[in-house]
């Protein structure tokens, strides 16, 4: 089983982008409002993390509960998640990834995040022995992520049930109140483990090197 190589050199930098120094972070793709981006930053203090969010009503609401709730080491970011990792993160660069209840995708199974070529590129930019924590209300899309680990990807996982008074965000909280079955996969990513992006450097450096040539 294999899949495409993603094209990452065709992605375009996010508007407004801003350039991340290469020192060890945590990124979480769809912070949404907030909540677990606060709630994260709250109990590891001295962790960066940067808290992604396309949709624009959603990042105003995260910024402006991070104004209430200050924290030094929490940066929201308003962008698509792809083009910004690609121009931001550096290789083995990310501690811990978190995509808590993405988008399901009915669909278009193609882009879930475990059927994306970008996966492989994601990787690349974790450290070894660094986690992706992929949360979901939906057993079969954590069935269907699973294979994948097992098939594709290759990677050692544990899969956990989520704890029914968790309050991470918006949508656990809602599910978990309904009753629903809510679960994840803490993916690690072992040492030694090679992607076809491991020396790929960020395109923004790319970007910055061009424009001095100007």
């Known amino acids: 089983?294999?899949?495409?190589?993603?094209?990452?050199?065709?992605?375009?930098?996010?508007?407004?982008?801003?350039a991340v120094p290469n020192t060890p972070i945590c990124v979480e793709i769809g912070a949404g409002k907030?909540?677990?981006?606060?709630l994260f930053t709250g109990q590891n203090p001295q962790k960066t993390l940067y808290a992604i969010e396309r949709t624009k009503e959603k990042f105003m609401a995260m910024q402006k509960?991070?104004?209430?709730?200050?924290?030094?080491?929490l940066n929201p970011i308003h962008a698509d998640a792809l083009p910004w990792v690609v121009h931001a993160l550096f290789p083995s660069q990310v501690e811990q990834f978190f995509i808590l209840y993405p988008n399901p995708?009915?669909?278009?199974?193609?882009?879930?995040?475990?059927?994306?070529?970008f996966f492989e590129f994601l990787l690349s930019r974790l450290q070894?022995?660094?986690t992706i924590t992929l949360a979901s209300n939906i057993p079969e899309y954590i069935d269907e992520a699973e294979q994948q680990l097992l098939q594709l990807w290759k990677l050692p996982y544990e899969k956990q049930k989520i704890a029914t008074d968790s309050a991470r965000t918006h949508f656990?909280?809602?599910y978990l109140e309904r009753g629903e079955l809510c679960q994840q996969l803490v993916i690690r990513k072992p040492d030694g483990y090679s992607t076809r992006f491991d020396d790929f450097a960020p395109l923004q450096g790319q970007n910055a090197q061009e424009q001095s040539d100007v």
């Open 1 to 18: 089983m294999s899949i495409r190589q993603f094209q990452a050199q065709r992605m375009q930098a996010p508007r407004d982008f801003i």
């Open 34 to 38: 907030g909540k677990h981006a606060l």
């Open 65 to 73: 509960q991070h104004q209430l709730e200050p924290r030094e080491l």
């Open 105 to 117: 995708e009915p669909h278009n199974p193609a882009q879930r995040w475990l059927n994306m070529p």
């Open 128 to 130: 070894p022995n660094g």
């Open 172 to 174: 656990e909280v809602k």
